[in-house]
């Protein structure tokens, strides 16, 4: 069986984001890089976008605000 990997298109539905709003987030690490060498075609496993997600700040807080709770 293949191993799946989510692509950027694929993150941000996972997320319910558009893709543009991924470039204003620190995304982790990809697991896969497929393509040329710094140009190709990033991929995350489901484990990594879901640790990346449970580390996040939930919605509402802010650098200037981060005793605010959501």
């Known amino acids: 069986m293949a191993t799946v990997y989510y692509s950027r298109t694929d993150l941000a539905a996972y997320i319910g984001v558009k893709v543009d709003t991924l470039a204003h987030y620190k995304l982790p690490a990809p697991d896969?890089?497929?393509?040329?060498?710094?140009?190709?075609?990033?991929?995350?496993?489901?484990?990594?976008?879901?640790?990346?997600?449970?580390?996040?700040?939930?919605?509402?807080?802010?650098?200037?605000?981060?005793?605010?709770?959501?």
């Open 32 to 70: 896969v890089i497929i393509g040329l060498a710094g140009r190709g075609t990033k991929g995350w496993s489901k484990h990594t976008i879901d640790a990346w997600q449970a580390q996040r700040p939930g919605r509402g807080r802010t650098r200037t605000n981060p005793q605010q709770q959501p």
